[in-house]
């Protein structure tokens, strides 16, 4: 198994509008092989922003790894520059192999 992590700075007072966008959002995950859950969490507020991240479950790394080489990965990811003004930054990749 394999858990991949994108962690987001988010401008606080936008909170709820990054909620929304990936409420609203297709994540065309449902049918990509290999692929186990999804969830967005929140984390703690600093001074000046919110920590969120996406946190998804994979069969094994090369599944991720070709989800992020196909169609849906690019689907999903076309309007990810929209709402730049929600955001510190870019996205911090983090990827895991479960161990236990």
């Known amino acids: 198994m394999y858990i991949a992590m994108n962690r987001f700075k ?10 929304k966008i990936w409420l609203n959002r297709d994540s ?9 859950n999804f969830n967005l969490i929140k984390g703690e507020t ?7 991240a996406s946190h998804s479950t ?8 070709n ?3 196909s169609e849906s990965f690019r ?3 076309k ?5 730049s003004d929600v955001y510190l930054g870019h996205p911090e990749f ?3 192999n479960i161990v236990i």
């Open 94 to 96: 983090e990827g895991f």
């Open 79 to 83: 309007n990810a520059g929209k709402n």
């Open 10 to 19: 988010i401008v606080i007072g936008k909170e709820k509008k990054f909620e």
């Open 46 to 52: 600093k001074d000046n922003h919110t920590l969120y």
């Open 28 to 36: 065309h995950l449902n049918n990509v092989k290999g692929f186990v």
């Open 58 to 65: 994979w069969k094994s790394e090369n599944d991720f790894i």
């Open 67 to 69: 989800w992020t080489k």
């Open 75 to 77: 689907l999903a990811h």
